[in-house]
């Protein structure tokens, strides 16, 4: 049997693909090697609101949304702090399991198919050019034929490597550690919490997501040392988290990795995309990745059906893909990248300094007015026009350069 259009994997991304591809005319099927949609859940699904509403998945339901938030602080390792404030909720957090069913029911009432439980072992390579896939099922191969195949298989890049393409570049990857715990102390119900620094989260943060419930989402990612160990130290020595969590009992816990490299060279090959994390969508300064990567993937769903009816999934006509993805985030990719280089390079003290100059200088004010959380390189340049964000900036680049 061929199908026009093959989705590997059926998370948020790969969803928001089959979606995209099936709103579109494309005969779509979705193969997902877990049992059900949204299991097993890693990310803490912290999303803002702007990038959910250009993307048209505003409003949720309710039951995906736990909390929204109007707040953020920053705490350097040795509790100083640094605050933004919104007058109305920017972000919002969403039960990834429920939130990845959502995306799926969208894709299958449009006319996606979906295979659960079916696990692809391989792509079919015909003269250069991708012909679908090898699935294995109860121990038994069965090939599936397609005009182009999508990608969302994540982080893994096994079907890639196997067929010997590029991937993602693993001396980028952190290892994360997602947690729930019952109950938290002093934390705003509005408000997110990041803690920076080498000591407790090298290479990214870690980060404390109340609930409306009561309970939190905890977590960080790190380059060096054992996600499990930072968790445990920031729940018991951090100057600020200590206090917050010293009652608290984690319920849950899972460990991914989150490749900030900024996307791979390139996402398309003949009969092939590339999304979501397979592609390294993921913001380089936070390590979001699910509205980028839904936005690349809805971009590919367009480009594959537009191939099925061109009759034509030769790489030169699906590179529109990566020129249209790169003409809408390119620029964010490139600034967010050589942000987490430099922030990389920063000692726990250099970090102190930068988050009392924030404070000092009314940065979170500028971000009010000007920030978009989701674009921040265009956000950056907005602000450095102001002379208080500029003075910041040259302390946080010169202090990353010597």
């Not at 005009?147 to 393409?165: C, M, Q």
């Not at 109950?183 to 803690?195: G, L």
């Not at 590919?300 to 034509?312: I, L, N, P, Y």
């Not at 940065?363 to 026009?385: A, C, N, Q, Y």
């Amino acid at each position: 049997m061929n199908n026009e259009v093959i989705v590997v994997g059926g998370g948020s991304c790969g969803s928001f693909s089959a979606f995209s591809a099936a709103k579109a005319g494309a005969d779509v099927v979705v193969y997902e090697e877990h049992e059900a949609i949204g299991i097993p859940s890693h990310c803490p699904g912290y999303l803002s609101l702007s990038g959910l509403k250009r993307l048209g998945l505003l409003p949720l339901p309710k039951k995906v949304v736990e909390n929204t938030f109007r707040n953020a602080v920053f705490y350097s390792p040795y509790g100083r702090e640094f605050s933004v404030r919104f007058s109305s909720p920017v972000t919002c957090a969403v039960d990834r399991e429920l939130f990845d069913r959502h995306v799926a029911d969208l894709a299958m009432k449009t006319g996606a198919e979906y295979r659960l439980g079916t696990r692809v072992d391989s792509l079919v390579l015909v003269s250069g050019f991708v012909k679908g896939i090898v699935i294995n099922h109860e121990g038994k191969n069965e090939t599936f034929t397609s005009n182009i195949v999508i990608d969302a298989e994540g982080v893994s890049s096994s079907l890639l490597k196997k067929a010997e393409y590029p991937t993602l570049n693993r001396f980028d990857v952190v290892n994360a550690v997602n947690a729930e715990v019952d109950k938290i102390d002093d934390v705003e119900r509005d408000t997110i919490e990041v803690y920076l620094g080498r000591k407790y989260a090298h290479g990214l943060y870690a980060w404390i997501i109340p609930k409306r419930d009561g309970t939190a989402k905890i977590g960080l990612a790190t380059k060096t040392d054992n996600p499990k160990e930072c968790l445990q130290k920031l729940i018991h020595t951090h100057p600020v988290a200590s206090n917050k969590l010293r009652k608290s009992k984690i319920v849950k816990e899972a460990y991914h990795p989150i490749p900030l490299g900024g996307a791979i060279p390139r996402t398309y090959h003949n009969g092939l995309l590339i999304v979501g994390d397979a592609a390294s969508q993921v913001k380089p300064t936070t390590g979001g990745g699910v509205i980028f990567g839904l936005l690349c993937s809805k971009i590919a769903g367009e480009v594959a059906a537009k191939a099925v009816v061109s009759s034509d999934c030769s790489a030169e006509f699906l590179s529109q893909y990566q020129c249209r993805w790169k003409k809408a985030i390119g620029f964010e990719f490139t600034v967010m990248r050589y942000l987490r280089l430099m922030l990389n390079k920063l000692s726990d003290k250099e970090v102190d300094k930068l988050i009392g100059l924030c404070s000092k200088f009314e940065v979170g004010k500028i971000l009010e007015e000007h920030g978009d959380l989701d674009f921040e390189g265009t956000s950056l340049i907005r602000m450095l026009r102001h002379s208080s964000t500029l003075i910041v900036f040259l302390y946080f680049l010169l202090s990353s350069v010597i």
